[in-house]
C-alpha cells in the first residue's frame, strides 16, 4: 500500500512539474522598451552652437548675394523668441 502511494505521489509530482515547464515554455515574455526621447536640436550660429526650442527650426544661413555663411539661422514662428 505503501508503495503504491509513493508510486502515485511521485507520479501526480511529475506530471506537475512537466505541465509547469511547458506552460513556462509557452509562455511569452513581453518586455516593455521605453519610448525614446526626443532629439534635441543644435544649431550653430554665428554666436556660436546652441539647443533650439522644438517650435524653431535651423536654416542654413545665406549672404544677401545667396553664398552660403556655413553658419545655421534660427528661425522661430512669431512671438517666439529662441532663448
Known amino acids: 500500500m ?8 511521485a507520479s501526480v509530482a511529475a506530471a506537475f512539474l512537466l505541465a509547469q ?36 527650426r535651423p536654416v542654413a544661413g545665406k549672404t544677401p548675394g545667396g553664398i552660403p555663411t556655413g553658419y545655421d539661422v534660427i528661425v522661430c514662428p512669431p512671438g517666439k523668441f529662441p532663448w
Do not use: F, N, W, Y
Not at 2 to 9: I, P, T, Y
Not at 22 to 49: E, F, K, N, Y
Open 2 to 9: 505503501k508503495r503504491k502511494l509513493a508510486v502515485l505521489s
Open 21 to 56: 515547464s511547458a506552460d513556462a515554455a509557452r509562455r511569452v515574455r513581453h518586455h516593455s522598451v521605453p519610448a525614446p526621447a526626443p532629439q534635441q536640436r543644435i544649431a550653430c550660429t554665428v554666436l556660436g552652437c546652441m539647443p533650439i526650442p522644438p517650435e524653431c
